[in-house]
């Protein structure tokens, strides 16, 4: 298995351009988090789905953040407009959910620099 | 609400001694308890978990944990570290539902080095 894939590893970009970071789960896990990681914050859960329908959004910073599940094999983190204090490092993770006890897997992470 | 905390930032040990990294956490109700550790420019991989049963734990790499119901700890531990062990930690919980759907707490991480 390939694990959790996130693209772009790393993204530059100016203050008020549109990101937008991609995940790919693990086939057949059908749970899938969105985490943001600074050192200021430590590791921050901001959306996460179970089926492909978010359950819970509260970590989500602000209206420019939002999140979309169309299906089981593709997740995107959209922000619009970018800011400088949104550079951190994005965290994808997915995991079988069948009552909370199984582990997630997380990818890579796309490291996001707004300048 | 749930919350886990890990007392010490930084974690010093001499290769080859024993480690050991402190968790604590508050749940209502039974918890799930998760480590994971994070190498540099590295996603989080899971070490280890408890659900129920045998107190101690183990997982991957030779680490292993006892989860401690009566002072709600869950304290990560190795008989011999490794300098390739230095990384950073974290413990996780989410309490036990029926109904699945709930998320994963994390602590603010422990980062281990191991001197050679």
Same mark, same amino acid.
């Given at each position: 298995?390939?694990?959790?894939?996130?693209?772009?590893?790393?993204?530059?970009?100016?203050?008020?351009?549109?990101?937008?970071?991609?995940?790919?789960?693990?086939?057949?896990?059908?749970?899938?988090?969105? /985490?943001?990681?600074?050192?200021?914050?430590?590791?921050?859960?901001?959306?996460?789905?179970?089926?492909?329908?978010?359950?819970?959004?509260?970590?989500?910073?602000?209206?420019?953040?939002?999140?979309?599940?169309?299906?089981?094999?593709? +997740?995107?983190?959209?922000?619009?407009?970018?800011?400088?204090?949104? +550079?951190?490092?994005?965290?994808?993770?997915?995991?079988?959910?069948?009552?909370? /006890?199984?582990?997630?897997?997380?990818?890579?992470?796309?490291?996001?620099?707004?300048? | 609400?749930?919350?886990?905390?890990?007392?010490?930032?930084?974690?010093?040990?001499?290769? &080859?001694?024993?480690?050991?990294?402190?968790?604590?956490?508050?749940?209502? &109700?039974?918890?799930?308890?998760?480590?994971?550790?994070?190498?540099?420019?590295?996603?989080?991989?899971?070490?280890?978990?408890?659900?129920?049963?045998?107190?101690?734990?183990?997982?991957?790499? &030779?680490?292993?944990?006892?989860?401690?119901?009566?002072?709600?700890?869950?304290?990560?531990?190795?008989?011999?570290?490794?300098?390739?062990?230095?990384?950073?930690?974290?413990?996780?919980?989410?309490?036990?539902?029926?109904?699945?759907?709930?998320?994963?707490?994390? &602590?603010?991480?422990?980062?281990?080095?191991?001197?050679?």
């Amino acid at each position: 298995d390939a694990g959790v894939i996130q693209s772009p590893r790393h993204e530059v970009t100016e203050m008020g351009q549109e990101v937008t970071l991609r995940c790919k789960p693990i086939s057949g896990h059908n749970s899938l988090f969105w /985490y943001r990681q600074t050192m200021m914050r430590g590791l921050e859960l901001l959306i996460y789905f179970n089926n492909n329908v978010p359950i819970d959004d509260s970590g989500m910073p602000e209206d420019r953040f939002s999140a979309k599940m169309p299906n089981a094999s593709f +997740s995107t983190l959209k922000i619009q407009p970018s800011e400088p204090r949104d +550079s951190a490092v994005y965290f994808c993770a997915s995991s079988f959910d069948q009552g909370g /006890y199984n582990e997630q897997f997380f990818g890579p992470g796309t490291r996001l620099t707004v300048l | 609400a749930q919350s886990v905390a890990q007392p010490e930032d930084q974690v010093n040990v001499a290769e &080859g001694n024993p480690l050991t990294v402190k968790c604590t956490y508050s749940v209502s &109700g039974n918890p799930y308890l998760f480590w994971y550790v994070q190498y540099p420019n590295r996603g989080l991989q899971f070490l280890l978990k408890y659900i129920t049963g045998d107190n101690l734990v183990k997982g991957s790499y &030779g680490f292993e944990a006892e989860f401690n119901k009566s002072q709600t700890s869950f304290h990560l531990k190795k008989p011999s570290a490794l300098v390739s062990d230095s990384a950073l930690y974290f413990c996780a919980v989410r309490p036990y539902s029926n109904f699945g759907n709930e998320k994963l707490t994390f &602590g603010t991480g422990t980062r281990l080095t191991i001197i050679p």
